[in-house]
């Protein structure tokens, strides 16, 4: 099984210049509360924007270079590999960025979104969806950001 973890503000925006644009220590702990045990799934440009190899998840890195490889990462070079695992039994995480959300939206079963409410510009995105192809399973408001969990229908 395949899901979706996004953190995306009212623009639909999730970065600018490979980083996040805001911290929302919430919203951290619950990614690796969520995450821990799991497998989690990116695009090279976020590997490359987190600080490290995340602990006690497995990680999978996109990257279309043959090249590419890093210590304790699984590196594959097409979506269709990722594809296949939504017929696994486990839940495997989607973590971005926006390339990759964009191609594996279609095949997630459920997306974790953190709303934050926020105008600000950027220049990563994620995908316009229809919330009518899903229903929302639990939704928890924080005041400055909601959690809100999409499941498809
Ligand atoms: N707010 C959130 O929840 C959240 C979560 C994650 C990331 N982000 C933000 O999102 C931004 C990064 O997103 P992004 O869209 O720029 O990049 P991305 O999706 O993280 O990575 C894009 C890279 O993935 C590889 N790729 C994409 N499609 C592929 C395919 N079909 N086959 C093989 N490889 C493929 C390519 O790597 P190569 O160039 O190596 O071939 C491409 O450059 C950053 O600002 C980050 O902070 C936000």
Known sequence: MLSIIAALNENYVIGNENKL???ISDDLKRFKKLTTGKTI???RK???????????RKHIVITK???????????????D?????????????I??????Y????????ILYLTKVHSNQTGDAFFPKFDENDYSIIA????????FVTFKRR
């Open 65 to 79: 270079n043959l090249n590419y490889s890093r210590e304790n990462v699984s590196i594959v070079h097409s979506i």
């Open 81 to 93: 590999e990722i594809i296949e695992l939504k017929d696994t039994t486990e839940e495997n995480f």
């Open 95 to 100: 973590i971005g960025g926006g390339e990759i």
């Open 102 to 109: 964009r191609a594996l939206i279609p095949y997630c079963s």
């Open 139 to 146: 939704t928890e408001k924080h005041g400055d950001y909601d």
């Open 41 to 43: 799934i990116m695009g």
């Open 46 to 56: 976020t590997f490359e924007s987190l600080p490290g190899v995340l602990p006690n």
């Open 21 to 23: 644009i805001w911290h």
